[in-house]
């Protein structure tokens, strides 16, 4: 089966003044469709420009991307759908919540795009909170769980999230895990996740991978 995602050679190089800073360097990675790659390593070791690469947002200075086995730029709207290690900044201040989790429903009618908004913010433990409220309402870890929960809400075919659980206290963590591992299990999403934390990373990926000063190593 043609995987998801598969990055070949992958590299990204920074300029700062004089020096060119390698931030990550001939990464190879293949995701099936309903696994988990955890992602893990030390501080400025790659991981989130890893992230910007695979979701596109940057382009490699070398190395090939397939995302679903093509290499052109472009995927369908709601394929991909990140979850921004600043969730509160990757939200749309303007927006309800609601709103927000909704968008990715693109063809809905505007009554069960928030229904299932609400839905969704219930699974993610947010049943509680106005979904009329503005992101600058809530708590930054509020914030994360909106994300995950737009980033669910149409079932994906691949998910890229930077630390989705590091402002959520342990049982709110352990919920979140959960609901990105049943992504996998019942509807085949793909996961990239960058964790530093390898407890939760140990419970939900299948495979767990390393970045060291740029490189990949298993
Ligand atoms: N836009 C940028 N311009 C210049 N250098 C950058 C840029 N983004 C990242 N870097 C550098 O690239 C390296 C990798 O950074 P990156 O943010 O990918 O690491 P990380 O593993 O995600 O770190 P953290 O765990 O702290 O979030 C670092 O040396 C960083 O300073």
């Known amino acids: 089966m043609t995987p998801v995602v ?3 050679g992958l590299s990204r190089t920074y300029r700062r003044g004089r020096l060119r800073v390698p931030a990550v360097s001939d990464v190879d990675l293949t995701v099936a469709a309903g696994t988990v790659v955890g992602v893990e390593g ?6 989130s420009t890893l992230l910007r690469l695979l979701m596109r947002l940057e382009a490699p200075d070398s190395g090939e991307l397939l995302l679903d086995g093509h290499a052109s730029r472009r995927t369908a709207p709601g394929w991909a759908m990140p979850v921004f290690q600043d969730a509160r900044a990757s939200l749309d201040a303007r ?6 989790v909704a968008e990715p ?4 009618d505007r009554a069960a795009r928030r229904a299932a908004a609400l839905d969704w ?3 993610v433990g947010l049943g509680h909170v ?3 409220a503005r992101p600058r309402e ?7 769980r909106v994300a995950v929960a737009r980033a669910l809400i149409a079932r994906p075919r691949v998910v890229f999230a930077d630390e989705p659980t590091a402002s959520l206290d342990a049982t709110t963590a352990a919920g979140i895990t959960r609901l990105l591992r049943a992504a996998a299990d019942e509807h085949g999403t793909a996961l990239v996740v960058v964790s530093h934390d390898a407890d939760r990373l140990a419970v939900l990926a299948d495979r767990i991978v390393r970045m060291d000063a740029g490189r990949l190593t298993a």
Request: charged share 25%; aromatic share 6%.
């Open 95 to 100: 927006w309800p919540v609601w709103r927000t």
């Open 121 to 123: 913010l219930s699974r």
């Open 6 to 8: 598969e990055a070949r």
């Open 42 to 47: 030390p501080s400025g070791s790659g991981k």
């Open 105 to 108: 429903l693109l063809r809905t």
């Open 130 to 132: 106005d979904p009329d």
């Open 138 to 144: 809530l708590s930054g870890g509020q914030c994360q």
